[in-house]
């Protein structure tokens, strides 16, 4: 029960839960994830820790750069999480990711 806690926890953050859902659309560098949200990266960075703290976002370095993306569901209920997000993807336009909203990196 522990591991939903945290999980739901994680979720219960406005920030944290439109990066999982900008996360849904692409895997995105933090950078990126800063511009589109207009925070600190010192903030991105702590969300981003909670988030991978609670196994729901993965993520990848690349040079200077680190990627981050949701994780595969493992179990139904996370599956279902996983499909919300998804949903308030769509009925919340204002959250897709337009290319022209994100910084452009040197390695994006």
């Not at 950078?31 to 991105?44: G, N, P, T, Y």
């Not at 308030?88 to 994100?102: T, V």
């Amino acid at each position: 029960m522990n591991k939903y806690t945290e999980i739901f926890k994680a979720l219960s953050n406005e920030t944290r839960l439109t990066i999982m859902v900008i996360l849904n659309q692409q895997e995105l560098c933090v950078c990126q994830i800063e511009s589109f949200l207009k925070l600190s990266q010192a903030k991105v960075s702590r969300h981003l820790t909670l988030l991978k703290y609670a196994g729901l976002v993965k993520c990848r370095r690349e040079g200077l750069w680190i990627y981050y993306s949701i994780v595969k569901p493992k179990n139904k209920i996370e599956n279902k999480i996983f499909e919300l997000l998804h949903e308030i993807e769509i009925n919340k336009k204002e959250l897709k990711i337009n290319k022209s909203q994100l910084k452009v990196c040197k390695n994006c």
